[in-house]
């Protein structure tokens, strides 16, 4: 397939099956593509054209997958810059990628830059979400001892000073159970004091929750050593076929068994509730939470 052939491909609304087939029959000639797509956008996104800029999100949302599902590190640099973007274009690019395959994105691309890695987490300007979900990464690569303890550990402390001015902001969540994954127990008054101080929102956890999710690794509990890490590393695009982004109304109606998305003995079609709900708004649950962690999960 040519650049533009792939960019067609993966750019558009339906789940792109045999463009996906196509890239893996000739993985070598398709990842360099893939990354030339991956650094245009990097490059040009924030000038493309208003007509093209849904289809180019669309590809490079399915372009950073693929490269992350060959385990390609050649993207992780990429990836690092483009996340370091506008905030809102790079929300709009990846969707909910952002808080539900990064992390394993940027294990299975990370090339042994720590420091990247951790310029993208220290950086404020960066997608909060974003920048938890490099916490994410950055915890199973140092429980794996693909980055060792003894850079993860200081780094964490760094990050307590380096988060003052961004109360309530995500990345503090990242912090957090990013220390209780780690089993740091060290670093308990430290995060007693970010509870205190009012630096993570008591909606989303308190001091309580965290704690249990450390003894919880700590004492080795089996149910958490094996759940906390269930999406880490991402190695196959097909979890991806069932997102809304790739599902129309008619065909949430035909999964369900039921013509045009009517539900039976109802001739009239369902409306989803939250279908004008921004991911970024309060959840309409009452929950305090952004939609986006609460019910849209």
Sequence with gaps: MTRDHILDALGTDTFPVEAL?????DRESSSAILLDILESAV???ATVAED??????????????????????????????????????VEDMLGDAITETLPG??????????????QLIRDGSVNEYARSSALDALTYLTDREVVPLASTEPFL??????????????????WVEGIAGLGLESFVPLVEQAFNEGAIDPSIMNFYD????????????PEALKTRFSRIPFTNCEVLVKWAWFQS??????????????????????????????RNDPCPCGSGRKYK???LN
């Design 293 to 295: 962690k609460c019910c």
């Design 21 to 25: 087939a196509a890239c893996r029959s």
């Design 105 to 118: 994105i940027l294990v299975s691309t990370f090339d042994g830059n720590v420091a990247l890695l951790h």
């Design 43 to 45: 490059n040009e996104m």
């Design 157 to 174: 402390r760094d990050c307590f000073d380096c988060f003052q001015n961004e109360k309530l902001n995500f990345v503090w969540v990242g």
């Design 210 to 221: 965290f704690y249990d999710s450390l003894r919880n690794i700590v004492d080795g509990e």
């Design 249 to 278: 109304e008619e065909d949430s109606g035909k999964r369900a068994g039921v013509p045009g998305g009517q539900q039976p003995n109802n001739p009239k079609q369902q409306v989803n509730p939250f279908r004008n709900i921004g």
């Design 52 to 89: 093209e800029l849904t289809r180019s999100q669309r590809a490079v949302f399915m372009v950073v997958h693929l490269l992350a599902e060959f385990g390609d590190q050649r993207s992780f640099p990429l990836l690092m810059r483009l996340l370091q973007d506008d905030s809102e274009l």
